[in-house]
């Protein structure tokens, strides 16, 4: 199994420092996220998780346009760390706007949550993914900064460290891969926070 972790494009929240609250991509956004569904076009996508926030919805539609046939589901178990606790994410009118074919999961406030909670609710997403999919399909996942380290120590199976995160700039891609050598299952960073698929033009952040 391969999942791809992907933070979402440039925001008006991560230029002006408010990075937790609804807002949408900025036009430098716009293009990281067009860069983004070209350079996984040919992968074999089977389906694609994404947050209910605007600017993960919009970038998971940019993959999304290059996969006719995969599967896109929206769940909260992806809001950002540090979202409202009683936000849930754009309306269902909205989501489908977006994302005419996907799947609404269930929604769940975040409520007030620590790190050691939201390291859970990352672990309960990995263990779901795995639950869900074929050991031999690839996923996307799409979300955020802060919560991104957090699925990808609970993909590695890595403990919960304090003051500890991993980078992840805007549309960078994770790959993480799970395979069976002899019987073993083993697991495999194959590169953290890539974004090769990105031009001088399109600024970091």
Not at 13 to 34: M, R, S, V
Not at 125 to 139: C, G, H, L, M, Y
Not at 153 to 179: I, Q, R
Request: charge should be neutral.
């Amino acid at each position: 199994m391969f999942i791809y972790i992907i933070r979402h494009g440039e925001t008006y929240g991560n230029l002006n420092g408010d990075g937790f609250a609804e807002t949408d991509l900025t036009p430098i956004g716009e293009k990281q996220i067009e860069l983004l569904g070209e350079r996984l076009k040919s992968e074999k996508i089977r389906k694609i998780y994404t947050s209910p926030l605007l600017r993960a919805v919009k970038t998971a539609k940019a993959i999304k346009k290059h996969h006719n046939n995969t599967k896109i589901v929206i769940d909260t178990d992806l809001l950002e760390k540090g979202t409202a606790p009683d936000y849930c994410g754009l309306s269902d009118d909205e989501l489908l706007y977006h994302l005419p074919t996907a799947h609404i999961n269930e929604r769940t406030p975040l409520g007030e949550e620590n790190d050691e909670i939201a390291y859970k609710r990352a672990k309960r997403f990995i263990d779901k993914i795995k639950a869900e999919n074929d050991f031999d399909s690839t996923v996307a996942i799409v979300a955020h900064g802060t919560f991104n380290s957090f699925l990808v120590l609970a993909a590695l199976d890595f403990p919960l460290k304090e003051n500890f995160n991993f980078s992840h700039l805007n549309t960078g891609v994770t790959l993480v891969n799970y395979l069976n050598e002899n019987g073993v299952i083993k697991t495999k960073l194959k590169y953290l926070n890539d974004t090769g698929h990105l031009t001088s033009s399109t600024r970091f952040f």
